[in-house]
């Protein structure tokens, strides 16, 4: 994005001459001190509960929880079966709201923007993997990671073929899911989370129906795509993934603990 605005603006006078210049070069100042209070965004839940309803029944999830993720951050959530990690992934991810407190993006009340608002923040901004990779059967595996791009309007397949690339799995560019291993799709399932460099990225047990060996290698890949400016929750149950991570919370009692 920054890229974008600097080519439009480019180049630089050292010169100036005219009035018009003057303007460019002042929007441009703009431009960058938008920018850089852009990347202080954050998303974080404000004294947040979360409540469901089974067959008369209430099954509280969460209570007053805040909880924030910088930009940049790693960030492993453990916590058993059932504990509600799920749940806070679609949290966060303002997939649902929270029953009472706040969901905020940056200063926004997140649930008081748009559904066009709302679309476009997780179109751009945030990426999610699954554990059962979620990717579309009928779609090869380029397509599922142009996908993305399409939906932003701007379907760029040399950028699409480059993430595939970047994943291990160029050479099964053209193959659908189910000619592929467990590996090789969620290979494809992090290229699609990637793919439009969002800010935000959310990976649920992203490893869990690996065996081992591959889930090391996946998540190795997982981290290295990732840049200094993304930030990664991931949910799961092995304590390798979770050390790779600069923060490591679980859920307990209906509440967040830090425990590294
Ligand atoms: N949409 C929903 N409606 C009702 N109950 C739900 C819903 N989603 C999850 N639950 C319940 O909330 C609890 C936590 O679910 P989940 O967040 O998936 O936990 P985890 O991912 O830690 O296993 C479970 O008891 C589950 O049945
Ligand atoms: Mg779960």
């Known amino acids: 994005m920054t890229a974008g605005v600097w080519g439009v603006l480019h180049p630089p006078q050292k010169n100036i001459k005219n009035k018009n210049t003057k303007a460019l070069l ?27 309803h089974q067959s008369g029944e209430e099954i509280l999830l969460f209570r007053d929880v805040s909880f924030s993720v910088e930009i940049g951050k790693k960030i492993a959530i453990v916590g058993s079966s059932g504990s509600g990690k799920t749940t806070l992934l679609s949290l966060l991810a303002g997939l649902e709201p929270p029953t009472t407190g706040k969901l905020l993006w940056d200063t926004k009340d997140f649930f008081s923007l748009s559904d066009a608002e709302k679309n476009e923040i997780r179109r751009n901004e945030m990426g999610f993997i699954f554990q059962n990779f979620e990717l579309f ?7 599922n990671v ?93 304590m390798l993934v979770a050390e790779r991570m600069d923060e490591v919370w679980s859920i307990k009692n209906e509440k967040l603990v830090r425990e590294r």
């Open 26 to 52: 002042k929007r441009k100042i703009r431009v960058s001190m938008k920018e850089d209070i852009y990347f202080k965004n954050m998303i974080s839940l404000v004294n947040a509960s979360k409540v469901y």
């Open 137 to 143: 059967d009928s779609f090869t595996a380029l397509e």
């Open 146 to 238: 142009l996908l993305p791009l399409e939906l932003l309007g701007n379907a760029d397949e040399e950028k699409a073929m480059a993430m595939v690339d970047a994943v291990g799995i160029l050479h099964r560019k053209n193959a659908y899911p189910s000619e592929m291993s467990g590996g090789e799709q969620q290979r494809v399932a992090i290229a699609r989370a990637l793919v439009h460099q969002p800010r935000f990225l959310f990976a649920d047990e992203p490893t869990g129906n690996l065996d081992k060996n591959t889930a090391q290698k996946i998540l190795s890949l997982l981290i290295d795509q990732l840049s200094s400016k993304q930030s990664l929750v991931v949910i799961t149950h092995d």
